[in-house]
């Protein structure tokens, strides 16, 4: 199938079981917000699908295509978590050059790179730069292009960050609560933006978050997880007014 597969995935943390044999399909063009309380292995599971990490036991998929023990940069997914991560040396315009910059290099070659930058042939770099302008503009950051990170506000630091994970065209877009560092108002606005990069991209996306409303108004599907475990993956209306298992019911009932 196409998109997202994770096969019974499990990964242990000194003799305690952080995931216990989860299993979680994102097809292509689909939303899922994973949502669970603090501690239930959410981010976990995230970066054994980022390849930053990988599982005891267990297979993930992109596309179709068996990734498990690939690196990262070797799986077609982006990732936008709540810490931007952004190079305080490089602007707007470089931070979000940095994955199409680094396309086809070597490790030696990339950490020059950080310091003087846009590489290869005019005809790359002009590439490069009509890539940068079309993600920027998605994003509202056109006029900010020239900008370094530390002349930001948080939300505009964080739309970089979206900016720099849409010119990598992913086949999968991973999100560990990429809004919880906003206020409330820019986190409406920022939600939207979100929704229509997916479409968009046509994307698989995951999306943990741990405010509901999110993952009402954004999701196609929601995924309950608890205590290492997928308890229950249905619509956004099943998982609220039809929860299919206490625990469900007693998370999602209860006041955050
Ligand atoms: P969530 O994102 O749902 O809040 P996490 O996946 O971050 O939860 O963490 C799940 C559990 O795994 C926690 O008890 C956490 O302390 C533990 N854990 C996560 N990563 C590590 C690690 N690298 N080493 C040891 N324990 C870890
Ligand atoms: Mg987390």
Same mark, same amino acid.
């Given at each position: 199938m196409t998109g997202i597969v994770v096969e019974n995935a499990t990964r242990n943390f000194a003799g305690q079981q952080v995931l216990k044999g989860v299993s979680l399909a994102v097809a292509a063009g689909e939303f899922v917000a994973l949502v669970g309380?603090?501690?239930?292995?959410k981010s976990t599971l995230m970066r054994l699908i980022a390849g930053i990490d990988r599982p005891d036991s267990g297979r993930i998929l992109i596309n179709g295509r068996d /990734? #498990? #023990?690939?690196r990262p940069a070797a799986r077609d997914v982006a990732m936008v978590f709540q810490s931007y991560a952004l190079y305080p040396h490089l602007t707007v315009a470089e931070n979000i050059a940095v994955p199409l910059a680094m396309r086809r290099m070597s490790a030696a070659q990339r950490l020059p790179l950080l310091g003087?930058?846009? &590489?290869?042939?005019q005809a790359r770099r002009r590439g490069i730069r009509e890539e940068v302008g079309s993600a920027a503009l998605a994003l509202g950051l056109g006029s900010l292009l020239d900008r370094r990170p530390a002349q930001l506000s948080g939300g505009q630091r964080q739309r970089v960050a979206l900016a720099r994970a849409i /010119?990598?065209? &992913?086949a999968a877009f991973l999100m560990d609560e &990429?809004?919880?560092?906003?206020?409330a108002a820019l986190r409406v606005h920022t939600r939207r933006e979100i929704v229509e990069i997916h479409r968009r991209a046509g994307a698989a996306t995951l999306y943990v978050t741990h405010d509901q409303a999110e993952a009402l108004t954004m999701a196609d599907r929601v995924a309950v997880m608890q205590a290492g475990q997928i308890l229950q993956v249905a619509s956004p209306r099943a998982i609220y007014?039809? &929860?299919?298992d206490l625990r469900v019911a007693t998370f999602i009932g209860s006041p955050r």
């Open positions: 309380p603090s501690g239930c292995g /990734v #498990t #023990t690939l003087r930058f846009w &590489p290869g042939s /010119v990598r065209h &992913p &990429p809004l919880s560092n906003l206020d007014a039809d &929860p299919d």
